[in-house]
C-alpha cells in the first residue's frame, strides 16, 4: 500500500496482487464480530468484536509513548523476536525530515500505528536460530 493506505502500491497492482489486499485501516478499527463457526468452535460470544490491530513491534511502540519518561522525549525501542527491530522516536515526528536520513546507512521508515514515519532498523534475529533449528 502507499502511504495513507489509499491504494495499492504499483509493484502489487503490476504483479496481479492490488484485488487479493484487503485496505489499510486504523488499528484500532473494529472489523466486525467472530463469525458463528469461530464462535462455536472457541465458546466465545457471537458478539466478541475482531480488532485491525498491530505488529507486534508496533504496538511495544505505543505502550512505550505512554510513559512519561518518553512522552514528548526522543527515544529509541528496541523490539526483540523473530525479527530485531530498532525504531526511534523523534522528539517531534512532524519535524522530521525524512530527505535527512543517509541512504548509506540503510535506515528502513515504518509508520507508527497514528501513520507517523518511525525510523527504524531490523536484523532477523531469532530468525536465523529458527531457520537453522529447522534444519537439526
Known amino acids: 500500500m502507499v502511504a495513507g493506505g489509499k491504494s495499492p502500491s504499483s ?12 485496505s489499510m485501516r486504523p488499528a484500532g478499527d473494529i ?8 464462535a462455536a468452535a472457541t465458546g466465545l460470544s457471537k458478539d466478541t468484536r475482531v ?5 507486534d513491534s508496533n504496538a511495544a511502540l505505543h505502550a512505550v509513548r505512554a510513559y512519561p ?4 522525549r526522543e527515544a529509541t525501542v528496541i523490539s526483540t523476536g523473530t525479527w530485531f527491530v530498532a525504531m526511534r522516536l523523534p522528539s517531534d515526528a ?4 525524512l530527505h535527512e536520513l543517509p541512504e548509506s ?7 507508527d500505528i497514528a ?4 525510523p527504524s532498523g ?8 529458527i531457520n537453522s533449528a529447522a534444519w537439526i
Open 11 to 22: 509493484i502489487a497492482r503490476r504483479l496481479g496482487w492490488a484485488d487479493r489486499l484487503a
Open 31 to 38: 472489523l466486525g464480530t467472530l463469525k458463528p463457526e469461530w
Open 51 to 55: 480488532y485491525c490491530g498491530a505488529h
Open 69 to 72: 519518561i518518553v512522552t514528548g
Open 94 to 97: 512532524a519535524a522530521l525530515d
Open 105 to 111: 546507512r540503510d535506515c528502513l521508515v515504518n509508520v
Open 115 to 118: 501513520g507517523r514515519p518511525v
Open 122 to 129: 531490523a536484523s532477523w534475529g531469532a530468525g536465523n536460530w
